[in-house]
């Protein structure tokens, strides 16, 4: 009774939701480029590499907790994934590694990612223009502090991850190295950065992109690897480089007789 | 020579007359093999009919005619009724160790009524000896005999019993061997012993705390030897009444094979079931300085956490401590004594060296990593 219920609302909302969020997205004016088809890739992989080692290994951890037995695999399936999605994901890693270094996107994003003095500046300016005890917003490059701050997160965190989850997955050869409480201390930074990482996804990651108003119900750079220029304008005012880019192709494309408030690519409607 | 012969014949002859005069079988059964004879007694209507073909075929009709036993009986009509014979006059051995018996002395009048001889064996002219299929105290009839008793659940409530011994019986693994017709599984009186039936607490009970592993080593021999020789079996020894005999792992009348999942002692229960009732709490701590919370540490680890999650090839307790041959690590034919580990652990993580194993196990969760960083890991003391 209750499912049947429960789940024909949610049935209900969710065709509203998604019926919705099209419209909106099919709304969006001009569009400047947010992310490459490289990059765009990088992320799918890592996302989901990531959910599935998230769900698997904390199937571990909880073997009686609900969403353990909605995965319902057996121990040596579960670890079995589990390796896979972490190969995945170390694999991902290495990519990313060449491509900062051997492409010349990859060079800028890294320039662009690059901290500086004026992000610390710009999370207090931030914090007390959204308190109301300042006038201004603080102006933001390509990234703001948030997302640089995202960025050496995943670095660091996947760093840890992949070198205790390698030497757990070779624990004979590091226990024989080391000796075993190596391995032991690796088994509690791998769960407490588990930990850590995923609360940060759901906290952090998932605020900027799906639930903070200015975006939601999702920001789609992921999927369409662009995001509107009116908001890129207010809130990467800074990334003069792109805006000029974005402004000198709207200025072919309105040459050439398109209007420019329609989506910059209509032929191809976003599914969900 | 003819005289001899004469005499010899007269004397003869006197000698049959004169036993010809006690009532022969079928004197007996000519009025006895009627089913509708009846005497009264006390009110009551008690049948005196004898099934004859049952009589010859029984033990004492083989050996015996009516009145070797009826003694008193004289001629074919007797007036009076012959004189109630009881089994003690010729089985006195068994009688006395009856006599003991749980069965008796919860049969003392006034009280509930427990299985007698006849309960047991049978109509007194039907018994058949127990190396007989059909008889009831054959081997692999004894459950259902027993049974007749104590798997009656009104019966047995009104003694303030439980039939549930006897239910699980029947699932286990004796009770389910005994079915199918293996006669070398254990039964009732294999475990509790026949006419002498001693209840767990008396000291001179096969299933006396203390006798628990002599019992079951009638059969299972090879283990109990081992058993003796482990950490439970020398306690077990020296009297100490918390140390585990085989019912304590294994279940008594429900004992599962191992494979089974409804095992206490399979890889599902182990931990948690079955070591956990001791080695879990303070109470060996406290009383012997054996360490406790073994289980929920193991629980923790990767072991634990596989096999609640279902894997069944993980290490359990029994992997690395053993099952009946379970020493201390500090005895040298422990298999976690540091000369054993690499061996203990090796059979699982091939090509460990002692770097790899000796390091605390069964490491408190929270603690795990300040103790980890207080040790420097080279052959630190092996926690058991």
């Known amino acids: 009774m209750i499912f049947v219920v429960i789940g024909a609302m949610f049935l209900h909302n969710l065709i509203v939701w998604r019926s919705k969020a099209i419209a909106r997205h099919k709304a969006q004016g001009q569009t400047v480029p947010r992310m490459t088809s490289s990059q765009r890739w990088q992320h799918a992989?890592?996302?989901?590499?990531?959910?599935?080692?998230?769900?698997?290994?904390?199937?571990?951890?909880?073997?009686?907790?609900?969403?353990?037995?909605?995965?319902?695999?057996?121990?040596?399936?579960?670890?079995?994934?589990?390796?896979?999605?972490?190969?995945?994901?170390i694999g991902a890693g290495a990519y990313h590694l060449i491509y900062i270094a051997?492409?010349?996107?990859?060079?800028?994003?890294?320039?662009?990612?690059?901290?500086?003095?004026?992000?610390?500046?710009?999370?207090?300016?931030?914090?007390?223009?959204?308190?109301?005890?300042?006038?201004?917003?603080?102006?933001?490059?390509?990234?703001?502090?948030?997302?640089?701050?995202?960025?050496?997160?995943?670095?660091?965190?996947?760093?840890?991850?992949?070198?205790?989850?390698?030497m757990l997955w070779a624990k004979v050869f590091v226990g024989n190295l080391l000796a075993r409480w190596w391995l032991d201390v690796a088994t509690a930074v791998h769960f407490y950065e588990a930990v850590l990482a995923t609360l940060a996804i759901l906290v952090w990651h998932f605020y900027q992109?799906?639930?903070?108003?200015?975006?939601?119900?999702?920001?789609?750079?992921?999927?369409?690897?662009?995001?509107?220029?009116?908001?890129?304008?207010?809130?990467?005012?800074?990334?003069?480089?792109?805006?000029?880019?974005?402004?000198?192709?709207?200025?072919?494309?309105?040459?050439?007789?398109?209007?420019?408030?329609?989506?910059?690519?209509?032929?191809?409607p976003p599914q969900e | 020579m003819c005289a001899q012969v004469l005499v010899l014949t007269l004397f003869s002859l006197a000698c049959a007359a004169h036993a010809a005069r006690k009532p022969k079988d079928e004197d007996c059964l000519a009025c006895h093999s009627d089913s509708s004879l009846t005497k009264e007694a006390d009110g009551k209507s008690v049948s005196l009919y004898i099934n004859e073909a049952k009589l010859k075929k029984s033990i004492h009709g083989g050996m015996f005619t009516c009145v070797d036993c009826h003694k008193d009986v004289e001629a074919s009509l007797h007036e009076t009724p012959p004189a109630k014979i009881s089994c003690g006059q010729c089985h006195a051995e068994a009688e006395q160790a009856y006599r003991q018996s749980y069965h008796a002395r919860a049969n003392k009048p006034g009280g509930t009524s427990a299985a007698t001889c006849v309960d047991c064996h049978?109509?007194?002219?039907?018994?058949?000896?127990?190396?007989?299929?059909?008889?009831?105290?054959?081997?692999?009839?004894i459950p259902a005999t027993c049974g007749r008793c104590h798997g009656q659940k009104f019966l047995m409530k009104a003694s303030g019993e439980s039939v549930q011994p006897f239910v699980s019986y029947q699932a286990s693994v004796h009770g389910r061997a005994i079915e199918r017709g293996a006669d070398g599984a254990a039964v009732c009186t294999?475990?509790?012993?026949?006419?002498?039936?001693?209840?767990?607490?008396?000291?001179?009970?096969?299933?006396?705390?203390?006798?628990?592993?002599?019992?079951?080593?009638?059969c299972h021999g090879a283990v109990e030897q081992v058993f003796r020789q482990s950490i439970h079996g020398q306690a077990i020894t020296r009297g100490n009444g918390l140390a585990p005999v085989c019912t304590d792992c294994h279940g008594i009348h429900s004992i599962k094979a191992h494979l089974d999942p409804d095992s206490p002692v399979s890889e599902q229960n182990l931990a948690g079931a079955t070591c956990a009732r001791c080695h879990e709490g303070v109470r060996l701590s406290q009383e012997f300085g054996v360490a406790g919370s073994r289980v929920s540490t193991y629980l923790d680890s990767y072991h634990g956490l596989a096999s609640k999650g279902g894997s069944v090839v993980v290490a359990n307790c029994a992997s690395c401590h053993g099952v009946h041959n379970i020493l201390p690590s500090s005895d040298p034919n422990s298999t976690i004594n540091r000369a054993n580990l690499n061996a203990t652990c090796g059979q699982c993580h091939k090509g460990v060296t002692q770097r790899f194993t000796l390091n605390k196990v069964h490491l408190d969760g929270n603690t795990a990593i300040s103790a980890r960083l207080r040790c420097d890991g080279s052959g630190e003391s092996i926690s058991h």
């Open chain 2, 190 to 218: 294999d475990c509790h012993g026949w006419h002498e039936i001693l209840p767990a607490n008396d000291a001179r009970s096969p299933i006396y705390k203390f006798n628990v592993p002599g019992t079951c080593g009638k």
């Open chain 1, 102 to 166: 051997m492409t010349r996107d990859g060079r800028r994003l890294i320039r662009d990612f690059a901290p500086k003095p004026k992000d610390a500046f710009d999370a207090w300016g931030t914090m007390r223009y959204y308190l109301g005890l300042n006038r201004t917003k603080p102006k933001f490059g390509r990234f703001n502090y948030a997302e640089k701050a995202e960025y050496w997160a995943l670095v660091w965190g996947t760093a840890l991850m992949a070198a205790t989850g390698i």
């Open chain 1, 45 to 89: 992989l890592l996302f989901v590499s990531f959910i599935v080692l998230v769900l698997t290994g904390f199937a571990l951890k909880y073997p009686n907790s609900w969403f353990a037995e909605v995965l319902g695999m057996g121990e040596r399936l579960r670890s079995i994934t589990h390796r896979i999605a972490g190969a995945i994901l």
């Open chain 2, 122 to 141: 049978g109509p007194v002219h039907e018994i058949l000896p127990a190396s007989v299929a059909a008889s009831p105290v054959n081997h692999a009839n």
């Open chain 1, 209 to 268: 992109v799906f639930f903070d108003p200015d975006v939601y119900p999702m920001n789609w750079a992921w999927k369409d690897g662009s995001m509107p220029v009116e908001r890129y304008r207010e809130e990467h005012g800074l990334d003069t480089e792109t805006l000029a880019e974005a402004g000198a192709q709207a200025a072919t494309t309105t040459a050439e007789g398109f209007d420019t408030d329609t989506p910059t690519k209509p032929e191809v």
